[in-house]
Protein backbone atom coordinates (compact mmCIF):
# COMPACT_ATOMS: atom_id res chain seq x y z
CA UNK A 1 0.00 0.00 0.00
CA UNK A 2 1.26 3.64 -0.27
CA UNK A 3 2.16 5.85 2.26
CA UNK A 4 3.94 8.96 3.12
CA UNK A 5 6.46 9.83 5.83
CA UNK A 6 7.00 13.09 6.69
CA UNK A 7 9.43 13.01 9.82
CA UNK A 8 9.39 16.30 10.97
CA UNK A 9 6.57 17.16 12.86
CA UNK A 10 7.51 20.37 13.27
CA UNK A 11 11.02 22.62 12.04
CA UNK A 12 12.07 26.04 13.13
CA UNK A 13 14.43 28.06 10.89
CA UNK A 14 15.31 32.05 11.07
CA UNK A 15 14.57 34.36 8.54
CA UNK A 16 16.97 34.44 5.21
CA UNK A 17 18.30 30.38 6.10
CA UNK A 18 17.61 27.44 4.16
CA UNK A 19 15.36 25.18 4.47
CA UNK A 20 14.95 21.12 3.52
CA UNK A 21 11.38 19.55 4.25
CA UNK A 22 11.51 15.90 4.06
CA UNK A 23 9.52 13.51 2.82
CA UNK A 24 9.29 10.11 2.27
CA UNK A 25 7.02 7.80 0.20
CA UNK A 26 6.34 3.83 -0.61
CA UNK A 27 5.10 2.61 -3.43
CA UNK A 28 6.15 0.51 -6.10
CA UNK A 29 6.27 2.29 -9.18
CA UNK A 30 6.94 6.22 -9.85
CA UNK A 31 4.39 7.78 -8.36
CA UNK A 32 2.89 11.46 -8.65
CA UNK A 33 4.17 13.03 -5.87
CA UNK A 34 3.00 16.83 -4.60
CA UNK A 35 3.64 19.42 -2.12
CA UNK A 36 0.98 21.63 -0.49
CA UNK A 37 1.07 24.95 1.84
CA UNK A 38 -1.64 25.32 4.41
CA UNK A 39 -1.57 28.71 6.13
CA UNK A 40 -3.65 29.28 9.66
CA UNK A 41 -7.23 29.31 8.55
CA UNK A 42 -6.92 28.17 5.15
CA UNK A 43 -7.04 25.15 2.53
CA UNK A 44 -4.15 23.85 1.18
CA UNK A 45 -2.53 25.29 -2.31
CA UNK A 46 -0.56 22.96 -4.31
CA UNK A 47 3.03 24.58 -4.46
CA UNK A 48 4.89 21.72 -6.83
CA UNK A 49 4.14 18.53 -8.19
CA UNK A 50 6.00 15.70 -9.91
CA UNK A 51 4.79 13.00 -12.31
CA UNK A 52 7.67 12.50 -15.05
CA UNK A 53 10.67 13.74 -16.80
CA UNK A 54 13.38 16.19 -15.05
CA UNK A 55 13.73 15.18 -10.99
CA UNK A 56 13.91 18.27 -10.02
CA UNK A 57 11.18 20.64 -9.93
CA UNK A 58 10.51 24.24 -9.40
CA UNK A 59 7.21 25.14 -7.73
CA UNK A 60 5.56 28.52 -6.60
CA UNK A 61 6.75 30.87 -4.06
CA UNK A 62 10.69 30.28 -4.68
CA UNK A 63 10.17 26.32 -3.95
CA UNK A 64 11.71 23.28 -5.62
CA UNK A 65 11.84 19.46 -4.91
CA UNK A 66 13.84 16.76 -5.98
CA UNK A 67 12.63 13.01 -6.87
CA UNK A 68 15.18 10.54 -5.28
CA UNK A 69 13.87 7.34 -6.77
CA UNK A 70 16.77 5.48 -5.08
CA UNK A 71 15.77 7.01 -1.63
CA UNK A 72 12.12 7.12 -2.01
CA UNK A 73 12.55 10.43 -1.06
CA UNK A 74 10.71 13.84 -2.20
CA UNK A 75 12.37 16.84 -0.42
CA UNK A 76 10.75 19.99 -0.56
CA UNK A 77 13.70 23.21 -0.51
CA UNK A 78 13.82 26.84 -0.70
CA UNK A 79 17.25 28.65 -0.55
CA UNK A 80 16.26 31.71 1.70
CA UNK A 81 12.74 31.61 3.78
CA UNK A 82 11.19 34.14 4.35
CA UNK A 83 8.63 35.18 7.56
CA UNK A 84 5.05 34.21 5.34
CA UNK A 85 6.49 30.83 4.60
CA UNK A 86 5.43 29.53 8.29
CA UNK A 87 2.89 27.29 7.52
CA UNK A 88 2.08 23.78 7.59
CA UNK A 89 3.51 21.70 5.03
CA UNK A 90 1.94 18.46 3.42
CA UNK A 91 3.65 15.93 0.84
CA UNK A 92 1.08 13.45 -1.01
CA UNK A 93 1.78 10.68 -2.99
CA UNK A 94 -0.72 9.61 -5.95
CA UNK A 95 -0.79 7.21 -9.02
CA UNK A 96 -3.09 5.44 -11.98
CA UNK A 97 -3.69 2.35 -9.95
CA UNK A 98 -4.70 4.06 -6.53
CA UNK A 99 -7.56 6.12 -8.43
CA UNK A 100 -8.79 9.11 -6.49
CA UNK A 101 -6.29 8.35 -3.52
CA UNK A 102 -4.05 10.42 -2.92
CA UNK A 103 -2.07 9.53 0.33
CA UNK A 104 -0.82 12.20 2.27
CA UNK A 105 1.37 12.72 5.06
CA UNK A 106 0.52 14.24 8.97
CA UNK A 107 2.80 17.30 7.71
CA UNK A 108 5.37 19.24 8.99
CA UNK A 109 4.68 22.91 10.92
CA UNK A 110 6.92 25.79 9.95
CA UNK A 111 8.02 28.34 12.37
CA UNK A 112 10.42 31.60 10.58
CA UNK A 113 12.06 33.28 13.37
CA UNK A 114 12.95 37.15 12.53
CA UNK B 1 -12.46 34.02 -7.28
CA UNK B 2 -12.40 30.91 -9.37
CA UNK B 3 -12.01 27.63 -6.95
CA UNK B 4 -13.67 25.72 -4.96
CA UNK B 5 -16.08 27.27 -1.91
CA UNK B 6 -17.50 25.73 0.92
CA UNK B 7 -20.18 26.71 3.35
CA UNK B 8 -20.70 26.89 6.07
CA UNK B 9 -16.88 28.59 7.64
CA UNK B 10 -18.01 27.31 10.95
CA UNK B 11 -20.50 24.63 12.95
CA UNK B 12 -21.39 23.88 15.99
CA UNK B 13 -23.67 20.71 16.71
CA UNK B 14 -25.19 19.02 19.20
CA UNK B 15 -24.88 15.19 19.25
CA UNK B 16 -26.90 13.57 17.24
CA UNK B 17 -28.02 16.67 15.18
CA UNK B 18 -27.58 16.52 11.21
CA UNK B 19 -26.23 18.50 8.63
CA UNK B 20 -25.18 18.99 5.50
CA UNK B 21 -21.83 21.06 4.18
CA UNK B 22 -22.09 22.32 0.85
CA UNK B 23 -19.00 22.71 -1.72
CA UNK B 24 -19.04 24.08 -5.18
CA UNK B 25 -16.50 24.57 -7.72
CA UNK B 26 -16.07 26.77 -10.90
CA UNK B 27 -13.87 24.90 -12.49
CA UNK B 28 -15.57 22.84 -14.79
CA UNK B 29 -13.14 19.78 -12.54
CA UNK B 30 -14.50 16.09 -13.19
CA UNK B 31 -13.60 14.60 -9.66
CA UNK B 32 -14.42 15.99 -6.56
CA UNK B 33 -13.80 15.00 -2.81
CA UNK B 34 -14.21 15.09 1.20
CA UNK B 35 -11.31 15.15 3.33
CA UNK B 36 -10.97 15.36 6.93
CA UNK B 37 -7.99 17.02 9.06
CA UNK B 38 -7.46 15.88 12.55
CA UNK B 39 -4.50 16.75 14.92
CA UNK B 40 -1.23 14.73 13.58
CA UNK B 41 -3.22 12.76 11.39
CA UNK B 42 -2.78 14.42 7.87
CA UNK B 43 -6.05 14.64 5.89
CA UNK B 44 -8.08 11.17 4.94
CA UNK B 45 -10.45 10.66 2.53
CA UNK B 46 -14.27 10.51 3.49
CA UNK B 47 -15.88 10.30 0.18
CA UNK B 48 -15.28 11.20 -3.75
CA UNK B 49 -16.88 11.44 -6.95
CA UNK B 50 -14.45 10.69 -10.10
CA UNK B 51 -17.25 12.14 -12.31
CA UNK B 52 -21.05 13.14 -12.16
CA UNK B 53 -22.95 10.58 -11.06
CA UNK B 54 -20.75 8.78 -9.41
CA UNK B 55 -19.39 8.25 -5.86
CA UNK B 56 -16.91 6.27 -4.02
CA UNK B 57 -16.20 5.61 -0.28
CA UNK B 58 -12.61 6.43 0.97
CA UNK B 59 -10.61 6.07 3.77
CA UNK B 60 -13.12 6.94 6.51
CA UNK B 61 -16.84 7.01 4.96
CA UNK B 62 -19.16 5.75 8.48
CA UNK B 63 -21.29 8.30 9.99
CA UNK B 64 -21.26 10.28 6.12
CA UNK B 65 -23.26 10.26 3.28
CA UNK B 66 -22.58 12.49 0.01
CA UNK B 67 -24.14 13.41 -2.83
CA UNK B 68 -22.93 14.89 -6.34
CA UNK B 69 -25.87 16.76 -6.94
CA UNK B 70 -24.37 18.14 -10.30
CA UNK B 71 -20.57 18.53 -12.07
CA UNK B 72 -20.55 21.85 -9.69
CA UNK B 73 -21.50 21.04 -6.31
CA UNK B 74 -20.87 17.83 -3.61
CA UNK B 75 -22.21 17.97 -0.53
CA UNK B 76 -21.30 15.92 2.72
CA UNK B 77 -24.04 14.86 4.97
CA UNK B 78 -24.07 13.99 8.72
CA UNK B 79 -26.72 12.09 9.56
CA UNK B 80 -26.26 11.93 13.41
CA UNK B 81 -23.28 13.91 14.46
CA UNK B 82 -21.13 12.23 16.75
CA UNK B 83 -18.07 14.29 18.94
CA UNK B 84 -15.56 11.72 17.04
CA UNK B 85 -16.40 14.11 14.08
CA UNK B 86 -15.03 17.23 16.02
CA UNK B 87 -12.26 17.81 13.00
CA UNK B 88 -12.01 20.47 9.85
CA UNK B 89 -13.52 19.19 6.49
CA UNK B 90 -12.08 19.91 3.32
CA UNK B 91 -13.75 19.81 -0.61
CA UNK B 92 -11.60 19.75 -3.21
CA UNK B 93 -11.54 19.13 -6.64
CA UNK B 94 -9.60 18.27 -9.97
CA UNK B 95 -9.72 18.12 -13.60
CA UNK B 96 -9.81 13.84 -13.22
CA UNK B 97 -9.33 10.86 -11.26
CA UNK B 98 -6.25 9.77 -10.43
CA UNK B 99 -3.36 10.64 -12.72
CA UNK B 100 -0.83 13.79 -12.26
CA UNK B 101 -3.75 16.64 -11.26
CA UNK B 102 -3.03 18.59 -8.60
CA UNK B 103 -6.12 19.23 -6.16
CA UNK B 104 -7.72 22.71 -5.76
CA UNK B 105 -9.19 22.96 -1.84
CA UNK B 106 -11.73 24.78 -0.49
CA UNK B 107 -11.22 26.76 2.99
CA UNK B 108 -12.66 24.39 4.86
CA UNK B 109 -15.33 24.42 7.00
CA UNK B 110 -14.27 23.57 11.03
CA UNK B 111 -16.72 21.59 12.70
CA UNK B 112 -17.32 21.29 16.54
CA UNK B 113 -19.54 18.67 17.85
CA UNK B 114 -20.48 18.76 21.71
Known amino acids: AQSVTQPDIHITVSEGASLELRCNYS??????LFWYVQSPGQGLQLLLK??????LVQGIKGFEAEFKRSQSSFNLRKPSVHWSDAAEYFCAVGAKNTGNQFYFGTGTSLTVIP | NAGVTQTPKFQVLKTGQSMTLQCAQD?????MYWYRQDPGMGLRLIYY???????DKGEVPNGYNVSRLNKREFSLRLESAAPSQTSVYFC?????????????FGSGTRLTVV
Open chain 2, 49 to 55: SASEGTT
Open chain 1, 27 to 32: YGATPY
Open chain 2, 27 to 31: MNHNS
Open chain 1, 50 to 55: YFSGDT
Open chain 2, 92 to 104: ASSERQGGPYGYT
